[in-house]
């Protein structure tokens, strides 16, 4: 049950587009479409932005979209606005009902 | 619209034991699967926790045979048994909804701190 491993800091101009990876292994990102993503605001609960790799919950901005090649996972916020700055957390499903974070990215919008 | 209430977090002493609940409205809880994650202060999320509609539940290694999942069907209840609380244990707890195998909906965090 090891930590998924994202950058921790990212950074971008409103408008521009980042994309937070999220590196896993065979045990989890590398065997399930299970991938999702989660924003952070100081203080809240964390609030899912992507779930199934790619798919887009009710509600959540389409600027907001996930990927995944073998067992790196991204996140990419296009078109950036300043409320995006959050901290965001990949998650795997790892096997047998369990599941694994990442460490978490910091987004600052400049 | 979904809804999950968390109380019972608060001090306690380095052995001692807590019970965290979980209160759920807005959807039929007997048919979901809930979770448990954990964030130590200025730390990243920890999942600790799964328990499936039938009470079966999961553990991370870190609080298996320490921690304890149940849940209450009849009065859409989550209950975490916390026994032999670390230091490390201290974080806030949060209750969420597993859909799909991703965390849907999220309680808002009960804070418990373990020191002498």
């Known amino acids: 049950q090891s930590a998924l491993t994202q950058p921790a800091s990212v950074s971008g101009s409103p408008g521009q587009s980042i994309t937070i990876s999220c590196t896993g292994g065979?045990?989890?990102?590398?065997?399930?479409?299970?991938v999702s993503w989660y924003q952070q605001y100081p203080g809240k609960a964390p609030k899912l932005v992507i779930s199934e790799v790619t798919e887009r919950p009710s509600g959540v901005s389409n600027r907001f979209s996930g990927s995944k090649s073998g067992s790196t996972a991204s996140l990419t916020i296009s078109g950036l606005h300043p409320e995006d700055e959050a901290d965001y957390y990949c998650s795997s499903y790892a096997g047998t009902f369990t599941w694994v974070f990442g460490g978490g990215t910091k987004l600052t919008v400049l | 619209e979904v809804q999950l209430e968390g109380s019972g977090g608060g001090l306690v002493q380095p052995g001692g034991s807590l019970r965290l609940s979980c209160a759920a409205s807005g959807f039929t809880f007997s048919d979901d699967p809930m979770n448990w994650v954990r964030q130590a202060p200025g730390k990243g999320l920890e999942w600790i926790s799964n328990i499936r509609a039938d009470s079966t539940a999961y553990y991370a290694d870190s609080v298996k045979g320490r921690f304890t999942t149940s849940r209450d069907n009849g009065k859409d209840l989550l209950f975490l048994q916390l026994n032999s609380l670390r230091d490390e244990d201290t974080a806030v707890y949060f209750c969420?909804?597993?859909?799909?195998?991703?965390?849907?909906?999220w309680g808002q965090g009960s804070l418990v701190t373990v020191s002498s």
């Open positions: 065979s045990n989890d990102v590398g065997s399930y479409n299970h």
């Open positions: 969420a909804r597993d859909v799909h195998f991703s965390f849907d909906s």
